[in-house]
């Protein structure tokens, strides 16, 4: 099939009479009527335009597929097999690509895809819009796209990363969790003139952009080799499967960053577990010493404070939250955020209480296992307001969070950056590498905070006029 006459790289499946040659269903969309004189009697301009393809066409031919699915479990398993390369249940992200790659993107030796056998056995039992509903996914649109701006329930304004075009996708229930700057690993369609994600999409954490555009590029290189004359999308589309298993190795592969308290010492949630032997003596002593002040009670639990002053005196130049101490019945636990802190409080414990508490053990987490249980009770519905209530009024803590933001980013364009080379920002921009390497930070940053609900509103073209950039610029 001969390139589409208006854009000249993808394939020209429409006939078009105007050109008097074939040309793709993107610029026939978006060009008919406009830079494309069409005759009237089109059938893509004309009266025939109930078989054009339409997003109810799409749901129903998807729906029938579906269902089709179901009587293919070989077929599926083998799908499944190759997409996360080993025989498990996919992950909550990975499950709508999965779907999607079932469907439309596993083939068979024969390079059947399951749409193709769909088809083959069912076509002539579908409507037409339906058909060429599914005929949009031969030329779908796959990359990783970075969201350039959210209009709420109108849709995103998106770019690729490799080929730097950008599409407005129509969206509405996406543009309410989307942020800007989020980067969306997906195929795209097109109906009439507009623009849509399938199910099949990935939000990809920013941390990993590199590795999933290196998948992208690496397997477009291997496509175009084997078929020079084939267009980027095309060469994209082939690299649907290396780029989500890129993605899914970046996910196993990532580590958190080394975390230490002011001490110095590495987080590692500790808990000290004993038995009260006398409970009076226990609260007159806590009362009367000047490092433990009690700060809540109710009828199940007494917390006290622990502080005390910090090694790093850059960190801070007063006390500083050691420990907390929970007492429950006839147990009190000693918590802290490091094995060093743990053993300071004990032997601080033994001490103060002496004979009226009876160690019993301690307990230890590092962080990733605590964020993982957090996790896990948030999804479960097992966590309860207090989880993540601090006592901070939600406008007071706004205010404390942004005015910290907002001086850190003042003062951010003037730090030397290890990520930089030890330069400044300020510095950096001065070279269109570190240009570029500034812009992607500062994307990072923005897009953080837009994620996080008490990112405090940091205005970023500040930042942007203070470094000379312009704002959004690539």
């Known amino acids: 099939m001969s390139k589409c006459a208006y854009c000249h790289s993808q394939k020209g499946r429409r006939s078009c009479p105007a050109l008097e040659a074939g040309v793709c269903s993107l610029c026939c969309g978006t060009h008919r009527g406009r830079e494309i004189q069409c005759p009237s009697d089109c059938c893509y301009f004309g009266p025939s335009l109930k078989d054009l393809p339409t997003r109810e066409s799409y749901s129903r031919a998807i729906e029938k597929l579906l269902r089709f699915r179901e009587t293919n479990a070989t ?12 025989d498990r249940e996919p992950e909550k ?16 030796r024969d390079g059947r895809r399951l749409v193709d056998l769909f088809l083959a056995e069912r076509g002539a039992d579908l409507r037409e819009d339906e058909r060429a509903s599914l005929a949009l996914l031969d030329d779908a649109w796959f990359s990783l796209f970075e969201v350039q701006a959210v209009k709420v329930n ?49 939000l990809v954490p920013r941390v990993h952009r590199e590795v999933v555009l290196k998948a992208l590029r690496k397997g477009a290189d291997v496509w175009r080799r084997r078929r020079p004359e084939a267009s980027l999308r095309e060469q994209l589309r082939g690299s649907l499967l290396p780029a989500f298993q890129a993605l899914r190795e970046a996910y196993a592969n990532v580590r958190l960053p080394e975390i230490r308290n002011s001490d110095g010492d590495e987080i590692v949630y500790s808990t ?16 009367a010493h000047p490092v433990f002040e009690q700060t809540a ?46 053993e300071e409080g004990k032997e601080l414990l033994a001490e103060v209480l002496g004979e009226a508490i009876r160690h019993q053990d301690d307990e230890f987490k590092d962080l990733e296992t605590t964020l993982a249980e957090n996790r896990a009770r948030k999804e479960s519905g097992e966590a309860d307001e207090t989880d993540s209530d601090d006592g901070i009024p939600p406008e007071v803590k706004a205010e404390i969070i942004g005015n910290f933001y907002r001086d850190h980013f003042k003062r951010w364009v003037d730090m030397a950056i290890p990520a930089l080379g030890g330069a400044t920002p300020r510095q950096a921009v001065k070279t269109a590498a570190g240009r570029e390497r500034v812009i992607e930070m500062l994307k990072d940053q923005e897009n953080r905070l837009a994620r996080n609900p008490d990112g405090g509103g940091v205005d970023f073209t500040e930042v942007y006029r203070d470094l000379g950039l312009k704002r959004w610029a690539k």
């Open 154 to 202: 109108e849709g995103l304004e998106l770019q690729d990363l490799v080929s730097g075009q950008s599409v407005f996708i129509r969206e509405r229930l996406g543009t309410r969790s989307i942020k800007r700057f989020d980067l969306l690993l997906a195929p795209v369609i097109t109906f009439d003139d507009q623009h849509e994600m399938t199910g099949g999409s990935a």
């Open 75 to 86: 077929w599926v398993k083998s799908a499944i097999l190759t997409f996360l390369g080993e």
């Open 272 to 287: 000290a577990t004993y038995k009260v032997l006398d409970e009076a003596g226990v609260y007159e002593r806590l009362d």
């Open 93 to 108: 992200w990975e499950h709508n690509p999965c779907v999607d790659y079932c469907l439309h993107g596993h083939r068979d």
């Open 297 to 342: 009670e109710d009828e199940e639990e007494t917390i006290y404070n622990w502080s005390g002053e910090t090694e790093n005196a850059s960190f801070s130049t007063g006390p500083v939250d050691l420990g907390t101490i929970r007492i429950r019945k006839d147990t009190l636990l000693l918590e802290t955020n490091s094995r060093e802190r743990l």
